[in-house]
């Protein structure tokens, strides 16, 4: 599920709510038409980067929920807006393919890098094969506008004071 945080929303906007309910799924969230794809201005690298890792991961665990997944993000259109891809061996090494994402009116381009972590042979069963997908600013600009975001957050949220971490003082 989508971390249901004020200062997510603005990253959020224009989402389906039924995409972001009870078994929200970050990859179906970032692809689907109805989703962050209208906004995605890499959105042909990141569907390639997705499909690939899920593929992967169909691979190690071949999980039909999965394949249904995947089936299904393979349906989606290309939005109209999608440039061109990469060429395979410019795409950032292989190293990270970063998610472009217009923010507001679409004049500022944020760019995050993702890590996924599946807990593939977790003893509690409540956590096999879990996999959790955490997205990271990949630039200064992205890293600022985020800090920007969560202050606002809090300030909206009554809590002015800073955040442990966020370099404020109490």
Known sequence: MVAANEGVAPLLAGVAPSLLGPGANVLRISLHPQGLAPRLRNFRDWRRHVLARLARQIDAVPDPALVALLDELQGYPV???????TPSPDLYGGLAVPLELAAGDGDRLLRFISTTTVFGTALDIGLSELAIESFFPADAETARALAELARSARTVAGSSWPHPGSGGST
Not at 79 to 85: C, D, G, L, Q, T
């Open 79 to 85: 939005p109209p807006h999608a440039r061109p891809p």
